[in-house]
């Protein structure tokens, strides 16, 4: 069982889906955890990391904006002194052709989904530095980072280059004891991927050689890994979860 007892960690997007679950899990763990995300719901899960007897603290904010994500993690560090996990997930799939994509699409897509991941890694980024200890993981996904996807080439973009940041970034602050790593998941059955329907589900279950559509678990499991110490060698890469999708 990893122990992440006295770990202060950052979740985003995380009134939902997979980031709440690896909320919960952080928790479960022995973290303490901030709940970040743009809808009320956050503040349920906080309630429910409460339960759990950690400290936890949630934070409305819009990943995309870097003043509303200083502010929130100027008041993580006001409240527990530091920051030593930070999970990228935030992110928004909005399915569209390209023949239909406007600049604003573009721009709201890569604004979350690749902006938002740069704005929390960058506020985050003194402190751990001053700590010399950190645990960036990035959630990108198999689209993108390794098959293209119809109708996504706006979420494609930035899922890409959330890996290619990953790489660079690791690079650069491996000498401080910073771990950047991004998962890239395959289908994971979420309040977000629930709306694509029933058919669309079953097509896309028969294509799973493992057989069954990932749970938010998997790729928490992933992210409690990736978090601890068990994993202190591994940096700058890119691990997919995806029950064997992209093999074939
Ligand atoms: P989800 O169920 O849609 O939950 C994402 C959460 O992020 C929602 O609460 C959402 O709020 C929030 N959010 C959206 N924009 C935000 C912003 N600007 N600032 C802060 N929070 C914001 O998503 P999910 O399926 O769990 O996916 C989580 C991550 O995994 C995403 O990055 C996604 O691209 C990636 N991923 C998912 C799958 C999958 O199959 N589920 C596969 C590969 C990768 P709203 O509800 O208001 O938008």
Redesign the pocket.
């Known amino acids: 069982m990893i122990n992440l007892n006295g770990r202060v960690a950052i979740v985003?997007?995380?009134?939902?889906?997979?980031?709440?679950e690896v909320g919960l899990s952080l928790a479960r763990a022995g973290a303490d955890v901030v709940i970040?995300?743009?809808?009320d719901?956050?503040f349920e899960v906080v309630k429910d990391i409460k339960k759990h007897g950690r400290n936890t603290l949630g934070i409305k904010?819009?990943?995309?904006n870097y003043n509303d994500v200083k502010n929130a993690v100027d008041q993580v560090i006001d409240k527990f002194g530091g920051v030593d996990i930070l999970v990228n997930?935030?992110?928004?799939?909005p399915f569209r052709p390209i023949l239909e994509m406007n600049e604003e699409d573009w721009d709201k897509v890569i604004?979350?989904?690749l902006k938002?991941v740069f704005n929390f890694t960058k506020a985050v980024l003194p402190k751990m530095i001053e700590q010399k200890r950190g645990k960036i993981i990035n959630?990108?996904?198999?689209?993108g980072a390794v098959v293209g996807f119809m109708n996504l080439t706006h979420?494609s973009a930035s899922?890409a280059g959330i890996v290619g940041f990953t790489k660079s970034l690791a690079l650069e602050v491996a000498k401080y004891r910073i771990n950047v790593n991004a998962i890239?998941?395959?289908?994971?059955?979420?309040?977000?991927?629930e709306i694509l329907g029933h058919e669309m589900y079953e097509q896309i279950k028969m294509a799973i050689p493992i057989g069954r559509w990932?749970k938010?678990e998997d790729?928490a499991n992933l992210v409690i890994f990736l978090a601890s110490d068990e994993s202190n060698f591994i940096t700058g890469q890119n691990i997919v979860i995806d029950g064997g999708y992209t093999l074939q």
């Open positions: 985003t997007g995380a009134a939902q889906g997979i980031g709440k970040v995300d743009v809808v719901k956050l904010c819009d990943v995309s997930n935030a992110g928004i799939y604004g979350v989904n938002g959630i990108a996904s198999i689209a979420y899922k890239s998941p395959g289908p994971i059955l979420t309040e977000g991927t990932g938010p790729v």
